[in-house]
């Protein structure tokens, strides 16, 4: 009998002990960082939580029950400041309960045995009774997570459907978002509400670019084709360009690239350029002008298809031929890995299609997260959508982030990037780019400002 008394005693004693410790770290993470934003003209409750919950981990060393007692008080003023905070929504509710509730459990769970071990009543019963009820809201918020919040309900009223004006009613789709701003919005009224459930299909066409093919490696076809009058473009997950008639299906030309990644080969979309018809150029004061797009003598490529690839390329080919635009780079290739430095597979890849902005093609890219703090940099760059030449680069990580790169020179390691689609404003001649973290995205001892400024 005293020996299983001692078993439950030290038993009691590790529990309480590891409890305390997380207790310990957690209240002078919240003290510390709460005094802080008191000093700030913030709110009071993380330095008053904090402060509580320090003392319930001392409580808890001494394996004294007042330890569980201080803690609810925590609960219930986080319980209260939560209400009071975010309302009834239910993912701010849940980052702010969900772990003062699995530990406000767990010292339920040690309650009983603190109250018998000070000669008390242990209260088994309600305790239990308590833990059981956290650990089954727990559950049910857990399989919450999974299901749409908040739910749109339906209005009751339908809304009429408004014919699209006849001279506005949209020809192509030529831009990855259908308009260079990224609308996504067709102007066309064929297909309705009513009628789209009648649909049915025209053609099938397989590109033979499958994810268990011997090099697929999880291949995913993730595209939104472009469609020019009665050709519609493709790509790939390793980036082969394929035309297609949109009447039928039939394939026009195919180029084959055959890109490789480790991880995450897909294609999004394309770009296209036709030299052919006018500039539009900005009438926002203030705006510069779109540069000229001028095609050397004897260059056939006046329409083009161009696509970042998996492996850090950029590619211009002829849309009516499938070849390669030979004046654009090198022989219809720009490397996209130039002054990156060291930036092997898969740290640095494109993800998104690439942006046309007038006459330059601009092109972000992914860096890879939670690898290491060396990281190929985020930098942005515009290309001519001609020769391939570039002509500017936006690094984030430098104090002059238009500085020319000067020769053996790289760009800066480890700083924001944009791997999202980017939206072009023709009527300023601006592109507007959406920024992600720097990597490795869950480390922030290295941050600089400005990757706080950028990211």
Known sequence: MAETSSRAGKGLGIASMLLGLVLLATGLFFAIGGGKLVALGGSWYFLIAGIVTVLSAIQFFRRKSSAVVLFLLVFAGTLIWSLFDAGLDFWPLVSRLMVPAGLTLLAFLIWPSLR???????LAKPSYAFAAVLAAGMVA???QMFQPHPTVAATGEELPLIPVDKAKQQKDWDNYGNTPQGSRFVALDQITRDNVKDLQVAWTFRTGDTPVSPTGNGAEDQQTPLQIGNTLYLCTPHNNVIAVEANTGKQIWKREINAQAEVWPRCRGLAYFDATKPLQQPDKPGSSPVPAAVLPAGDSCQRRILMNTIDARLIAINADNGEFCEDFGNHGIVDLKAGLGQAPDPQYQLTSAPTLAGTTVVVGGRVADNVQTDMPGGVLRGFDVITGKMRWAFDPGNVDPNAILMPGKDYT???????????????????FIPMGSSSVDLWGANRTALDHKYG
């Open 116 to 122: 018998k071990h000070e000669g008390k009543h242990s």
């Open 141 to 143: 918020t857990l399989v």
């Open 413 to 431: 390691r480890s700083t924001p990037n944009s791997w999202a689609p980017m939206s072009y404003d023709p009527a300023m001649n601006t592109v």
